[in-house]
């Protein structure tokens, strides 16, 4: 799913860390599989994509979802707030054929799980974080996205407890589909910015 | 000096209006605390203009220190790349938290000190 996060040296200390805990009868196996499981519950980038989906073909919502994302999500049934009550600020940015979008978190790796799955190792990289807000239009070539030379770009760097998702340009040749096709069209990338759609 | 300077030029009020307005010239306070901190090294001494409020969120800061963390508003704060990397076209936002930012003027390096 997101390549080679078993052999990082963050996964070998994560292991190493659990089970001492475990050894020290501090936690369960059975009770980090709980706490995983429900952290990962229902998370998934097509969340995100139907929120696209809709945002193409309402222009209502539309507009709401970029005036408060994280009001409009509770009308697709979705809500910020954790199981513990905090939760993040939604931020929707709307890519136009003048201007795109792509996300970052340079000091770590915040990212809306529950909207767009489990983050991809990349993301989480030294190389993205650094390299995105310095030269985004060679970070996006790199990932086969070759943007024109006038297409102005933002990189929104979550560095608080906002998270962003990213409205990709509706492809062209789509009007015959409805919403549940196009959500279908929208990949985790396009939701992050590194894809055009 | 810095006893005569009132405490709202140097930290917001728990809960009061937001110091800053978009469209506001801000500059991030430069200076390297001795904790955990969500002011990214790149932006410190940077100047930026505000996009917009996020309203009040805990202090990382001191959420990070296990304090009972003060709220303050957070701000999107965009930054143009040539002023960040010398070159590059594009615009960089970065969320920080009111304490974190000054006016960009007048120029003094007062409330930088203080924290």
Known sequence: MSG????????????TLEARLIEAGLITDDA?????????????????????????????FG????????AALLELGFDTKGRDGKGYRLKVVRNTPERHNVVVCTLCSCYPVSLLGP??????????????????????????????GEVDITVWDSSAET??????VRPPDTEHLDEAALADLVTRDG??????? | ??????????????????????????????????HHTRRPRYVRGQRGVIVESQGPWPLADESAQGLDPRSEVVYTVGFAARDLWGS????????????????????????????
């Open chain 1, 119 to 148: 983050s991809p190792g990349w993301y989480k990289s030294l190389a993205y974080r650094s390299r995105v807000v310095r030269e985004p239009r060679a970070v996006l070539a790199e990932f086969g996205l070759e943007l024109p």
């Open chain 2, 1 to 34: 000096m810095t006893e005569a300077r009132p405490r709202s030029e140097t930290r917001p009020a728990p809960g009061g209006e937001p110091r800053f307005a978009p469209g506001d010239r801000v500059r991030v306070r430069v200076g390297d605390p001795g």
């Open chain 1, 63 to 70: 507009e709401r979802v970029l005036a408060d994302g994280t």
């Open chain 1, 163 to 168: 998270r962003y998702l990213v409205i990709p």
């Open chain 2, 88 to 115: 590059g076209a594009h615009t960089v936002t970065v969320d920080l938290w009111e304490s974190y930012l000054l006016p960009a003027e007048p120029e003094t390096e007062e409330g930088d000190r203080e924290r």
């Open chain 1, 191 to 197: 939701l992050i910015g590194v894809a055009a759609v």
């Open chain 1, 32 to 60: 980090v599989d709980r706490v995983l499981a429900a952290f990962l519950d229902r998370a998934d980038p097509h969340n995100g994509a139907r929120i696209v989906a809709r945002a193409w073909t309402d222009a209502d």
């Open chain 1, 4 to 15: 080679d996060h078993a052999s990082a040296p963050v996964a070998a200390r994560v292991r």
